[in-house]
């Protein structure tokens, strides 16, 4: 039986726009990719009742999510004719601006990009044990709800 392999997806701190730049440019010698499709989440300064979000502090039960996000890649993989799939999720607190999420997959076609960032997307915000502290401008803080 082979044995799965477990990629780690954590980022400690915030994505850094040279990350992700990097992370682009490496597919530009694979000529059978003709689509990428990324997503970026950025933390939002959210009004909520009278406070305002300042940073997200993010943890996570890792090693349950990363078991989890292979088993989610398979699906994908299995699902739609991708050529690479790449995530990373922040760890620790991330400022308002920044950027705490980075999907991005490429394939032959755009249609299957799109669509499989679109599912895995919703899947790691669905399935993975990451969970997220609003910090407000006051130091106070609730835990996160996600929403679409």
Avoid at 57 to 86: D, G, S
């Amino acid at each position: 039986m082979m044995e799965k392999s477990v990629k780690n997806i954590f980022v400690a701190g915030a994505i850094s726009p040279q990350m992700i730049m990097d992370g682009i440019s490496k597919h530009a010698n694979k000529t059978n990719i003709g689509a990428h499709s990324l997503f970026l989440g950025q933390i939002r300064a959210d009004e909520i009742g009278d406070k305002t979000v300042s940073a997200i502090e993010y943890t996570a039960n890792t090693e349950l999510a990363l078991v989890q996000m292979t088993t989610i890649r398979e699906n994908i993989f299995e699902k739609y004719p991708l050529t690479c799939l790449h995530v990373y999720h922040s760890l620790g607190s991330i400022k308002v601006g920044e950027i705490c999420f980075f999907v991005f997959v490429s394939s032959e076609r755009r249609k299957a990009a799109i669509a499989a960032c679109e599912e895995l997307v919703e899947r790691v915000k669905k399935e993975l044990p990451i969970w997220g502290k609003e910090i407000f401008t006051d130091d106070s803080y609730q835990w996160k709800e996600n929403k679409s």
